[in-house]
């Protein structure tokens, strides 16, 4: 029996969507059997971040409303054999499902994988309820603004009333020398006010808005600096104790500093 | 309202009145008093030329008939004048199906998440972005550029062509066959394609006038 993770956020547009994508690539990529679920319905982007639209036949939509049965519907990832993706339908609203549905959709995938990661849309009506129906747990996504972390207080709140204890929190699109001029809020101001467990935090990257655009998560990038933040989120997912990132100044100078140190030292 | 009871529309003669069949004379009286008064003074001294279509007018009816449009101030033409607008009044009939395919023609582009579905062709003036679907019993001709979904013949029909000025589909089906866009980049289109299937597969052709 897998397990099933609600990734959700309240406001829209700080990187659900990536995350599912990344984590999810991440698990596959170390051998476990993962389904992605797009829950945004009407609104999909999932597939087109995992660069999987031009598959898709079924949706998700299809399966509850028993058009096809759930393997038809499973779309594979063309890089992973153990990643599939179950697409939301686009012409449909979210009022198409009802969240008793997800949860029996959920369970019945749970009994093949052993994550089920449901992507939620934005806000916090009947998409998200349907989202969180089938959750084991819950991964909240903010990024270090003051109304990012308003909606994601929100969203703590909406969790354990549909008694999902222990979110964990990813910190997305941190910018290291932001925070050190006092700029953006750091990871303990973010802590302090949500006051949940920690999974990750990944730095504002750019490879990120190509990986997105390419379809190719970027956590198949070895370069790149989210894709290791992503890397080390799926070991503690798994279990594993991993040290935050240090998130230093990735300015020129810097890099060459660090470049000689490293030398110097071999 | 319901059925409407008259029609009342300018023409070069002076205003006719069409009085369609089917409906209750008195009702048809009614809508007619009511529609004249909501216009006020606006008819006062128009000449009116009346066309009942293919209702038989009896004499009392046209005797209510021309003391109501009289107590507007209208004067009422004589018959051999109404005859005459009859002409120029417009029968709203179903065009008859003299063997032709049933076409839907879209005037806009198709943005995504919207679907059209039709019983027939579907000719698109417009684009059909990703995430949008155009599904048709028939060919589909999208007089613009095609990046969505398109599954033409969906009834199983696979002589069923789809054209573009542009074919980017995201995915393309005809009757049963899929066909998607492949991972890599291509080259973009530039000209008009269509697609249709042959030897079991759907094939894409730069498109030539003299090939349809």
């Known amino acids: 029996m897998g397990k099933s993770i609600v990734v959700t956020s309240g406001k829209g547009g700080v990187g659900k969507t990536t995350t599912v994508a990344n984590i999810g690539t991440g698990l596959a990529q170390i051998g476990r059997r993962v389904c992605l679920v797009d829950a945004d319905i009407g609104l999909r982007n999932l597939d087109v971040v995992m660069g999987l639209e031009n598959r898709i036949v079924y949706d998700l939509i299809d399966v509850v409303e028993g058009h096809c049965r759930i393997r038809s519907a499973l779309i594979k990832d063309k890089r992973l054999d153990n990643l599939f993706l179950l697409p939301a339908a686009q012409t449909r609203e979210k009022d198409a499902v009802s969240p008793e549905q997800m949860k029996t959709l959920v369970e019945e995938l749970k009994n093949e994988f052993d994550y089920v990661l449901v992507d939620c849309p934005a806000g916090i009506e009947q998409g998200f309820r349907n989202a969180v129906a089938g959750a084991d747990t819950a991964i909240i996504v903010t990024t270090p603004e003051v109304s990012a972390v308003r909606d994601a207080d929100r969203i703590v709140g909406l969790l354990e009333a549909c008694e999902l204890y222990e979110p964990q929190l990813i910190i997305n699109r941190l910018r290291p020398d932001m925070v050190r001029k006092g700029d953006m809020m750091n990871t303990d101001d973010v802590i302090d006010i949500l006051a949940i467990k920690l999974l990750g935090i990944v730095p504002d990257d750019e490879s990120i808005i190509v990986s997105t655009n390419r379809g190719e998560p970027a956590v198949l990038d070895r370069k790149s600096m989210s894709g290791q933040a992503f890397r080390n989120i799926v070991r503690r997912l798994e279990g594993e104790s991993v040290p935050f990132l240090p998130l230093e100044d990735n300015s020129v100078v810097k890099r060459l500093l660090r470049l000689f140190s490293i030398g110097g030292r071999s | ?212």
């Open chain 2, 1 to 212: 309202m319901a059925k409407e009871a008259c029609i009342i529309k300018g023409t070069k003669h002076g205003i006719s009145i069409l009085i369609p069949s089917g409906l209750d004379f008195a009702e048809v009286l009614a809508q007619l008093r009511a529609r004249l008064a909501s216009a006020q003074e606006f008819f006062t001294g128009a000449t009116v030329y009346v066309s009942t279509a293919d209702r038989e007018l009896g004499p009392e009816e046209k005797r209510q008939l021309e003391q109501t449009v009289e107590e507007f101030g209208m004067v009422i033409s004589k018959k051999e004048d109404l005859e005459a607008a009859a002409v120029v009044t417009e029968r709203r009939e179903e065009p008859k199906d003299e063997g032709g395919e049933a076409t839907l023609l879209v005037r806009r582009t198709i943005r995504s998440g919207q679907r059209i579905w039709y019983d027939g062709n579907v000719v698109i003036l417009g684009d059909v972005n990703p995430g949008a679907e155009v599904v048709c019993t028939g060919d589909i001709l999208v007089l613009g550029c095609l990046r969505g979904v398109a599954h033409a013949g969906c009834n199983g029909n696979v002589h069923a062509t789809v054209f573009a000025f542009r074919l980017e589909p995201t995915q393309l089906r005809i009757a049963n066959y899929i066909s998607r866009s492949p991972d890599e980049k291509l080259p973009k289109p530039l000209g008009p394609e269509y697609a249709r299937v042959c030897d079991n597969v759907i094939q894409i052709s730069a498109y030539q006038s003299s090939q349809f």
